[in-house]
C-alpha cells in the first residue's frame, strides 16, 4: 500500500509493507534516522504519529504512540503486490532490490515484517516530549523564530501584545504563527511550532534564548561568550549549555532590550554597560570595539528564597559562632566591610546581614546597579546613572552619597567602594553615621586596608599615609572575608576586627579563621570554622546593647547565633 511518511525535513512517499495496531513496516528511499518522530499518512486522511524504531537499508519500523484502529486498518488492506518489491523496473542501484522475505535480520528469530522490540515508553501528544526521542533543533529553530518574527509583527499590535500576560499572548498568535508556516510552506512537526511560539514569545517580551536559564534555580550565573558560547555556573561550578543565539547581531538585540528597562544604552559610544534584570539579578554588557569576537553578556542570578545568617550556617558558609558575632556586630551599630573576589558571595552576604537590622532604622543603599533586596520596610534605594549623547548628566557614587547624608539616614550602605566615595564614605563614619557596611574587592582583610589607602589617593586629597591609616582605623570597626574555594562552596574565611594605630601600623585582630583539613572522595573541602578566644574589642558597644554576654560566648565558640540551633561543631 502506498502511503506518505511525514518528517521534519519534508513529506516523502513511502510503500507499506505491514501494519498493526502498534506499527508499520515501510519502505522509504529517503534517509531518516532511528528515533526520529514521523507521521504515517494512510488513503490521505488516516494519520498517525509515531517514531522510527528501527531501520535496515532502504526499510524501517514505525512504532506508533497509539494504537491503529481496527476501522483505519480496515480502509488501508494490503495486497500481496505490497508485499513484494516492485515489478522488473529497473533500478538505479547496481543491484535489484531485495524481497522483504529475503532481507537478511540482523536476529535470526526475528521476521523482516516484525517490529523489533524497543523499550516501552509512556504515549505523550509530541514526540520530543517522549524519553528517548530527539532533541529538538536548537539553531533550526532560532532561524525559524528569526524568519517568523518579523512577518508576525507586521500582524500584530505590538504596544498591545506588550500589555497582555505571556500565556495569553502565546494563545493569541498561535493561529497566527500556523497560518504563515502554511503560507511560507514551512515543514515544522508538532514539537517544533510549539517550540517556535515558545521562541517568538521570549523574542517578543522576554529574554530569547537564555528564558529557559533565567527560570533554572539551579543556575547562579549565565555567561554568553558569541552566539555560540552559553556557559552557566552551578553549585560553584562552569558548565556548558546547548542555548544558541542566531548570530552577533541576534545577542546584541537582546542587550540593548535588557539595557533598556533600565534606562541606558549600549553602542560603539557606550561599549560597556552594566544594568539590571526586573528580578533584580545583575548584568553586565560589553561589545565591540572592545570585546573583540563580538557582544558579551554576564548575568548574577540571586536566589529567589531569602537568604538568611541562619540559611548559610546550614550550608556551610560560616559557623553558628561566626553568625552570631556578625548579627551581634551588625546590631551593635559596627562600621563593616565585607571583602571577597569576583562572585565570592559579598553581596548575598550583605543582604543576609541586613536581616538583622531593626526595622525602625532608615537605611539608603546606594549602587551602580541596583541589586541589594533588603527586607526592612524604611529603604531608599539610590542608583548611579550614566552620561546622556551628549556626555552629560552622569552621576556618580559620590554624587548619591553626599546627597544621602542630607536624607536623615540612620545607615548607608554602598554596594561596592571602587573609587573616590571611599573618602566621602570614611568621613561620614567618623561624624556619626555608624553601622554603615559596604563591599570591596580584595584578596584579604589586610589587603582590604591597603586598598582603602590606594583609593583614598584616588580622591584627589593630598593626605599622608599615616593621615589615611589614622582615618581607616577610626572608621572602620570588621572587615568580613569572603572566598569561593576550589570546590565551588562560598566560605567566610576570616573575621577581623581593626583594633585602632599603633606608630604608623593599623593593629587588628581576628576572631575567627577557616582551617583546610583535608579533601573529601567528591572533591569536597573539609575543614573546620576556628575561633582565636580573643576578647573581642567591641564588647563595651554590645554592651550598650544588652549583647555583651552573648558576644562572649559566641567569640570563644560556645553558643550558636539565636534561633540557629542547638550548639554544633560547623565542618565544611
Given at each position: 500500500?502506498?502511503?506518505?511518511?511525514?518528517?521534519?525535513?519534508?513529506?516523502?512517499?513511502?510503500?507499506?509493507?505491514?501494519?498493526?495496531?502498534?506499527?508499520?513496516?515501510?519502505?522509504?528511499?529517503?534517509?531518516?534516522?532511528?528515533?526520529?518522530?514521523?507521521?504515517?499518512?494512510?488513503?490521505?486522511?488516516?494519520?498517525?504519529?509515531?517514531?522510527?524504531?528501527?531501520?535496515?537499508?532502504?526499510?524501517?519500523?514505525?512504532?506508533?504512540?497509539?494504537?491503529?484502529?481496527?476501522?483505519?486498518?480496515?480502509?488501508?488492506?494490503?495486497?500481496?503486490?505490497?508485499?513484494?518489491?516492485?515489478?522488473?523496473?529497473?533500478?538505479?542501484?547496481?543491484?535489484?532490490?531485495?524481497?522483504?522475505?529475503?532481507?537478511?535480520?540482523?536476529?535470526?528469530?526475528?521476521?523482516?515484517?516484525?517490529?523489533?522490540?524497543?523499550?516501552?515508553?509512556?504515549?505523550?501528544?509530541?514526540?520530543?516530549?517522549?524519553?528517548?526521542?530527539?532533541?529538538?533543533?536548537?539553531?533550526?529553530?532560532?532561524?525559524?523564530?528569526?524568519?517568523?518574527?518579523?512577518?508576525?509583527?507586521?500582524?500584530?499590535?505590538?504596544?498591545?501584545?506588550?500589555?497582555?500576560?505571556?500565556?495569553?499572548?502565546?494563545?493569541?498568535?498561535?493561529?497566527?504563527?500556523?497560518?504563515?508556516?502554511?503560507?511560507?510552506?514551512?515543514?515544522?512537526?508538532?514539537?517544533?511550532?510549539?517550540?517556535?511560539?515558545?521562541?517568538?514569545?521570549?523574542?517578543?517580551?522576554?529574554?530569547?534564548?537564555?528564558?529557559?536559564?533565567?527560570?533554572?534555580?539551579?543556575?547562579?550565573?549565565?555567561?554568553?561568550?558569541?552566539?555560540?558560547?552559553?556557559?552557566?555556573?552551578?553549585?560553584?561550578?562552569?558548565?556548558?549549555?546547548?542555548?544558541?543565539?542566531?548570530?552577533?547581531?541576534?545577542?546584541?538585540?537582546?542587550?540593548?532590550?535588557?539595557?533598556?528597562?533600565?534606562?541606558?544604552?549600549?553602542?560603539?559610544?557606550?561599549?560597556?554597560?552594566?544594568?539590571?534584570?526586573?528580578?533584580?539579578?545583575?548584568?553586565?554588557?560589553?561589545?565591540?570595539?572592545?570585546?573583540?569576537d563580538g557582544p558579551m553578556i554576564s548575568i548574577r542570578k540571586?536566589?529567589?528564597?531569602?537568604?538568611?545568617?541562619?540559611?548559610?550556617?546550614?550550608?556551610?558558609?560560616?559557623?553558628?559562632?561566626?553568625?552570631?558575632?556578625?548579627?551581634?556586630?551588625?546590631?551593635?551599630?559596627?562600621?563593616?566591610l565585607i571583602s571577597g573576589g569576583t562572585g565570592s558571595g559579598k553581596t548575598t552576604l550583605l543582604n543576609?546581614?541586613?536581616?538583622?537590622?531593626?526595622?525602625?532604622?532608615?537605611?539608603?543603599?546606594?549602587?551602580?546597579?541596583?541589586?541589594?533586596?533588603?527586607?526592612?520596610?524604611?529603604?531608599?534605594?539610590?542608583?548611579?546613572?550614566?552620561?546622556?549623547?551628549?556626555?552629560?548628566?552622569?552621576?556618580?557614587?559620590?554624587?548619591?552619597?553626599?546627597?544621602?547624608?542630607?536624607?536623615?539616614?540612620?545607615?548607608?550602605?554602598?554596594?561596592?567602594?571602587?573609587?573616590?566615595?571611599?573618602?566621602?564614605?570614611?568621613?561620614?563614619?567618623?561624624?556619626?553615621?555608624?553601622?554603615?557596611?559596604?563591599?570591596?574587592?580584595?584578596?584579604?582583610?589586610?589587603?582590604?586596608?591597603?586598598?582603602?589607602?590606594?583609593?583614598?589617593?584616588?580622591?584627589?586629597?593630598?593626605?599622608?599615609?599615616?593621615?589615611?591609616?589614622?582615618?581607616?582605623?577610626?572608621?572602620?570597626?570588621?572587615?568580613?572575608?569572603?572566598?569561593?574555594?576550589?570546590?565551588?562552596?562560598?566560605?567566610?574565611?576570616?573575621?577581623?576586627?581593626?583594633?585602632?594605630?599603633?606608630?604608623?601600623?593599623?593593629?587588628?585582630?581576628?576572631?575567627?579563621?577557616?582551617?583546610?583539613?583535608?579533601?573529601?572522595?567528591?572533591?569536597?573541602?573539609?575543614?573546620?570554622?576556628?575561633?582565636?578566644?580573643?576578647?573581642?574589642?567591641?564588647?563595651?558597644?554590645?554592651?550598650?546593647?544588652?549583647?555583651?554576654?552573648?558576644?562572649?560566648?559566641?567569640?570563644?565558640?560556645?553558643?550558636?547565633?539565636?534561633?540557629?540551633?542547638?550548639?554544633?561543631?560547623?565542618?565544611?
Amino acid at each position: 500500500m502506498r502511503a506518505v511518511l511525514e518528517t521534519a525535513r519534508g513529506r516523502f512517499d513511502c510503500r507499506v509493507l505491514d501494519l498493526s495496531p502498534t506499527g508499520a513496516c515501510v519502505r522509504l528511499l529517503a534517509s531518516i534516522e532511528e528515533r526520529e518522530p514521523v507521521t504515517l499518512h494512510l488513503n490521505g486522511s488516516d494519520k498517525i504519529s509515531g517514531v522510527v524504531a528501527w531501520r535496515r537499508n532502504t526499510y524501517l519500523g514505525v512504532q506508533f504512540f497509539e494504537r491503529l484502529s481496527d476501522t483505519a486498518r480496515a480502509s488501508a488492506p494490503l495486497k500481496a503486490a505490497d508485499k513484494a518489491p516492485p515489478p522488473s523496473k529497473p533500478q538505479p542501484q547496481p543491484q535489484a532490490q531485495p524481497q522483504p522475505q529475503a532481507q537478511p535480520a540482523p536476529r535470526a528469530a526475528e521476521p523482516l515484517h516484525l517490529i523489533p522490540p524497543v523499550r516501552e515508553v509512556a504515549p505523550a501528544p509530541e514526540a520530543p516530549a517522549r524519553p528517548g526521542t530527539p532533541r529538538l533543533d536548537g539553531d533550526r529553530i532560532a532561524t525559524m523564530v528569526a524568519q517568523l518574527q518579523n512577518e508576525l509583527i507586521e500582524r500584530i499590535d505590538v504596544a498591545q501584545a506588550a500589555r497582555i500576560d505571556r500565556d495569553q499572548l502565546a494563545r493569541e498568535i498561535e493561529p497566527l504563527v500556523n497560518q504563515i508556516i502554511s503560507e511560507r510552506n514551512l515543514q515544522l512537526n508538532g514539537p517544533e511550532r510549539a517550540a517556535a511560539i515558545k521562541g517568538l514569545v521570549a523574542e517578543m517580551v522576554g529574554f530569547g534564548p537564555l528564558e529557559p536559564l533565567l527560570a533554572d534555580e539551579s543556575v547562579s550565573d549565565i555567561l554568553v561568550d558569541g552566539p555560540k558560547r552559553v556557559y552557566v555556573e552551578r553549585r560553584g561550578k562552569l558548565e556548558s549549555t546547548d542555548v544558541t543565539f542566531i548570530d552577533d547581531r541576534h545577542v546584541l538585540n537582546l542587550a540593548t532590550r535588557i539595557v533598556t528597562l533600565v534606562g541606558r544604552r549600549i553602542d560603539e559610544s557606550t561599549p560597556l554597560v552594566d544594568a539590571r534584570l526586573p528580578d533584580g539579578s545583575r548584568v553586565n554588557v560589553i561589545v565591540p570595539p572592545l570585546a573583540l569576537d563580538g557582544p558579551m553578556i554576564s548575568i548574577r542570578k540571586f536566589a529567589k528564597q531569602v537568604i538568611t545568617l541562619e540559611r548559610m550556617v546550614e550550608q556551610g558558609n560560616l559557623s553558628a559562632s561566626m553568625a552570631a558575632v556578625i548579627a551581634i556586630a551588625t546590631r551593635s551599630r559596627l562600621n563593616m566591610l565585607i571583602s571577597g573576589g569576583t562572585g565570592s558571595g559579598k553581596t548575598t552576604l550583605l543582604n543576609a546581614m541586613s536581616r538583622t537590622i531593626d526595622p525602625g532604622e532608615r537605611i539608603i543603599t546606594i549602587e551602580d546597579a541596583a541589586e541589594l533586596q533588603l527586607q526592612q520596610p524604611r529603604v531608599g534605594r539610590l542608583e548611579t546613572r550614566m552620561p546622556n549623547l551628549e556626555g552629560k548628566g552622569a552621576v556618580t557614587i559620590r554624587d548619591l552619597f553626599r546627597n544621602a547624608l542630607r536624607m536623615r539616614p540612620d545607615r548607608i550602605i554602598v554596594g561596592e567602594i571602587r573609587g573616590s566615595e571611599c573618602l566621602d564614605m570614611l568621613q561620614a563614619m567618623n561624624s556619626g553615621h555608624d553601622g554603615s557596611l559596604g563591599t570591596i574587592h580584595a584578596s584579604g582583610p589586610r589587603e582590604a586596608l591597603t586598598r582603602l589607602e590606594n583609593l583614598l589617593d584616588m580622591s584627589g586629597m593630598n593626605l599622608s599615609s599615616r593621615a589615611q591609616r589614622a582615618q581607616i582605623a577610626s572608621a572602620v570597626d570588621m572587615i568580613i572575608q569572603v572566598s569561593r574555594m576550589r570546590d565551588g562552596r562560598r566560605r567566610i574565611t576570616s573575621l577581623m576586627e581593626v583594633v585602632g594605630m599603633e606608630s604608623d601600623v593599623i593593629v587588628t585582630q581576628e576572631l575567627f579563621h577557616y582551617r583546610f583539613d583535608r579533601e573529601g572522595p567528591n572533591g569536597e573541602l573539609i575543614g573546620e570554622f576556628v575561633s582565636s578566644g580573643l576578647r573581642p574589642h567591641f564588647l563595651p558597644e554590645a554592651e550598650l546593647h544588652s549583647l555583651g554576654r552573648e558576644l562572649m560566648r559566641a567569640a570563644i565558640g560556645e553558643t550558636p547565633m539565636p534561633g540557629a540551633g542547638e550548639p554544633r561543631s560547623v565542618r565544611g
